[in-house]
């Protein structure tokens, strides 16, 4: 079992639409988890650090739920702008970085 | 402020050929990184710097050799190259140490043949 997994989509949505994103990791040891955004070609970029008691900003609402060990990002009125992989962090102490392989999103006109 | 800088973008080796990617920050950050990405499979670490003059390996270090030169330049070398090292590179670096928001260079395209 990988230890960060997410459903690799895609999702295909329209623009205005609402998208929720999950994602679920092993080691209930983590302790810090981000959502980070690639585009096609590019390199990844922090969207939003995940807190225990959740987390907003302007369209994206980011969730964990440790005692279930998933963590989730919700993207209200989605934009043609933010079609791109979504990629999943969790960190489990120290340097150990896992990244989960990311959710492909397309928002259509 | 150009961040994290990669060269080259890309690349092509021959199997059992050497080559050293280099990555520069300006950004003062104590610790540096360096991926791999594959299709279909997350970043996977292979080798980090938490700061000058410290290097440890990560997830899949077999084949790699790195070198924090000074606070802003880590390198990562290739000294036999395999057809399975055929992947983009990212380098990143962090402010803090553990690290919270790591910062991407825009990758290098390694192919293998």
């Known amino acids: 079992r990988k230890e960060v997994e997410q459903d690799p989509g895609p999702f295909n949505v329209p623009e205005g639409a609402t998208v929720a994103f999950n994602c679920t990791y092993s080691?209930?040891?983590?302790?810090?988890f981000f959502w980070y955004r690639q585009d096609c070609r590019k390199e990844p970029k922090l969207l939003m650090s995940?807190?225990?008691s959740g987390n907003e900003d302007g369209r994206f609402t980011a969730q964990l739920n440790r005692a279930s060990q998933y963590i989730s990002l919700l993207i209200r009125d989605s934009k043609l702008s933010d079609s791109a992989t979504y990629l999943c962090?969790?960190?489990?102490?120290?340097?150990?970085?896992?990244f989960g392989a990311g959710t492909r999103l397309f928002v259509k006109a | 402020n150009a961040g994290v800088t990669q060269t080259p973008k890309f690349q092509v080796l021959k199997t059992g050929q050497s080559m050293t990617l280099q990555c520069a920050q300006d950004m003062n950050h104590n610790s540096m990184y360096w991926y791999r990405q594959d299709p279909g499979m997350g970043l996977r670490l292979i080798y980090y710097s938490a700061s000058e003059g410290t290097t440890d390996k990560g997830e899949v270090p077999n084949g790699y050799n790195v070198s924090r030169l000074n606070k802003r330049e880590f390198s990562l070398r290739l000294e036999s190259a395999a057809p399975s090292q055929t992947s983009v590179y990212f380098c990143?670096?962090?402010?803090?140490?553990?690290?919270?928001?790591?910062?991407f260079g825009p990758g290098t395209r390694l192919t293998v043949t």
């Open positions: 080691n209930s040891a983590s302790q810090s």
């Open positions: 995940v807190y225990s």
């Open positions: 990143a670096s962090s402010e803090s140490s553990p690290p919270t928001e790591q910062y």
């Open positions: 962090v969790v960190m489990g102490g120290g340097f150990k970085t896992i």
